[in-house]
């Protein structure tokens, strides 16, 4: 056996567990590095890319622990997720805006249509101001308006009238694009 069967073995060795390598860093240190730097920019896109995400990679992970048992029946299944969270991962394919936008969103986001309005207070306001609604429908209308918070209002007083016995906020216009509207 020469020096060079060595070499082979090792790059076998490596093609062979090639996912069990790269799996980690594609998965999870590279987003992990990558959504670090989208929190210190000002821009949401890069925030909106990684929260996707990390959504995206909840969603997988749910579903191998739920089909644990299935799963290692596929002898392919960890190059599948491999190349599909590659795809997730490269901001050249944008996968994981493309998952969201045209299977996730259509089933979970499109249907609900409460709009919760929360306000989180900066540390600053944390002891200078009380939590309360006056303060969230203050934060409301600073980040959409005072015309959506009317509309709000008018279709609360509409929802009331016919079921007198609980309201709920509701924004028909409401979209998951860029705006961070909660």
Same mark, same amino acid.
């Given at each position: ?35 670090? %730097? ?15 995400? #990390? ?11 739920? &089909? ?8 392919? #299944?960890? !190059?599948?997720?491999?190349? &599909?969270?590659? #795809? ?9 805006? !493309?998952? !969201? ?9 499109? %249907? ?5 309005? #929360? ?8 002891? %200078? ?36 016995? &609980?309201?709920? &906020? ?13």
């Amino acid at each position: 056996m020469g020096g060079g069967s060595g070499a082979e073995s090792f790059l076998k060795l490596l093609a062979q567990n090639i996912d069990v390598l790269a799996g980690p860093v594609v998965s999870l240190v590279y987003p992990l590095y990558a959504s670090i %730097r989208a929190i210190e920019t000002k821009s949401s896109v890069d925030d909106q890319q990684w929260l996707t995400y #990390w959504v995206l990679y909840s969603m997988i992970t749910l579903f191998e622990l739920t &089909f644990a048992k299935l799963i290692e029946w596929l002898p392919f #299944w960890s !190059y599948a997720k491999l190349i &599909f969270t590659c #795809w997730l991962v490269i901001p050249y394919f944008s996968g994981a805006a !493309y998952v !969201y936008e045209h299977i996730v969103r259509p089933y979970i986001v499109t %249907r609900q249509k409460s709009v919760n309005i #929360w306000y989180v207070p900066n540390k600053k306001d944390v002891f %200078r101001q009380p939590d309360d609604i006056l303060t969230a429908a203050e934060k409301y209308i600073e980040n959409n308006g005072s015309e959506a918070f009317e509309k709000i209002i008018h279709r609360t007083n509409k929802e009331a009238t016919s079921n007198s016995n &609980f309201s709920t &906020f509701y924004d028909d216009n409401y979209r998951y694009e860029g705006d961070h509207r909660y």
